[in-house]
């Protein structure tokens, strides 16, 4: 059974940094776009970073440029999520994508093909 699982979420304050890891299970994506998407109350989920099997080509949404960061260890079958200088408007429940093309990136939910369980990540100003 595949298995996306996300951890480092949490409550900080504005300004503060942020880790979030993504291990899957199940099948190995070293092969597969992955990406981070999020979604606050009573918004819809929205792409946040995406990027490529090889980690060569990343997507950031534009609230997310200059202060986020995605990677991934292929290794360890595992994509992370740098989050810098985070603001109360990135309060959200962040999940974790996977798709299984080896093309592009993700960049809309419609690409998805597994999601993680999601991890909260509150920022007080």
């Known amino acids: 059974q595949v298995q996306l699982v996300e951890s480092g979420g949490g409550l900080v304050q504005a300004g503060a940094s942020l880790r979030l890891s993504c291990a899957a299970s199940g099948r190995t994506f070293r092969n597969n776009a992955m990406g981070w998407f999020r979604q606050a109350p009573g918004k819809e989920r929205e792409i946040v970073a995406g990027?490529?099997?090889?980690?060569?080509?990343?997507y950031y949404a534009d609230s997310a440029k200059g202060r986020f960061t995605i990677s991934r260890d292929n290794a360890k079958n595992t994509v992370y999520l740098q989050m810098n200088s985070l603001k109360p408007e990135d309060t959200a429940v962040y999940y974790c994508?996977?798709?299984?093309?080896?093309?592009?990136?993700?960049?809309?939910?419609?690409?998805?093909?597994?999601w993680g369980q999601g991890t909260q990540v509150t920022v007080s100003s």
């Open positions: 994508a996977a798709t299984r093309s080896s093309i592009g990136i993700i960049t809309t939910t419609q690409r998805v093909d597994y």
């Open positions: 990027i490529s099997w090889s980690g060569s080509r990343t």
